[in-house]
């Protein structure tokens, strides 16, 4: 199979188009023919050896978390899907070397859902990692309905698909962006403030009393200005800022979730969630996908066709 790959640790230079045998498919999982591949800040900080620490890798590495593809065969004891399905799935393995920037990848199936029906190959690409980050944000800040929440980077990639779910909840979205991205906060029905200094003054003019709860994609002066306004430090919750923790909230580190996956696809088919695709690239122009991912300016996602 053709597959994107790196021959060891390094940026996007070292990406390489390579033939590789098929994948090996083990019990309890599916081999997927890939049809579109999201990509993520941590597709690039995983092949330049940022979470060697936490993870172990081998060579060549095929990146790539997130897959939407079309279900080829079953390993052993793997009932849950039949050759045809159309899948989604965050597949985070115990260790990186076999990902979905491939025409192939073995997945286990609890780490699978079904496609959502009402949205493209690119667009449910796009939605697995991104999607099950801001649901389980939202979850672990116990957001509900009547709940006035912040969401920083509320543009982005997850920060979109969060605000979507927190307004299907019925809460109210504070959303910081910057003000060539407030219509589009506007769109989805959150409330946009612009990030940078004085952001806190901006929120309490919206929120004189504060915010129930705040969720922090970006790091930095973001927890700060949230340990700030939220009114009970539990509800603060930074997936990029491990001091979350010091101020009484949590650090949150994306779990695979076949059954968050599956409510996300829900809220999708019933016209209440859907994923923004900036860029579509194909499969060889991966490291041109990084290079605009890691500029940082990206609205909605980026998607590798397969």
Known sequence: M???????????????????????????????????AGVNPVDWKLAAGALDPIMVSHFPMIPGWDVAGVVA????????????????????????EHGAYAEQVAV??????????????????????????????????????GDTVLVHAAAGGVGSLAVQILTARGARVIGTASPANHGFLLDMGAEPVAYGP??????????????????????????????????TPGRLVSIADHRAAAFGGHYLWVRPDGAGLATLAALADEGRLTVFV????????????????????????????I
């Open 2 to 36: 053709k597959a994107m790959a790196v021959p060891e640790y390094g940026g996007s230079d070292a990406l390489t188009l390579m033939e590789l045998p098929d994948p090996k498919v083990a019990p309890g999982e599916v081999l997927v023919h890939v049809r579109a």
């Open 108 to 145: 286990p199936v609890r780490m699978l859902a079904r496609k959502p029906r009402s949205l493209s190959w690119a667009q449910a690409a796009g939605l697995p990692l991104a999607g099950l980050t801001a649901l389980q944000s939202a979850d672990r800040a116990g957001c509900a309905s």
């Open 198 to 231: 004085g952001l806190a003054d901006r929120v309490r003019e919206l929120a004189p009393d504060g915010v129930d709860a705040a969720l922090d994609f970006v790091g930095g002066e973001s927890v700060d200005v949230s340990a700030e306004l939220v009114r």
């Open 73 to 96: 065969s079953n390993g052993l004891d793997s009932p849950e899907f039949t050759p045809g399905d159309e899948v989604i799935g965050y597949i985070r393995k115990d260790s990186a």
């Open 278 to 305: 900036e860029k579509e690239l194909p499969l060889r122009e991966a490291a041109e996908a990084w290079r605009r991912g890691s500029e940082g300016h990206t609205r909605g996602k980026l998607v590798l066709t």
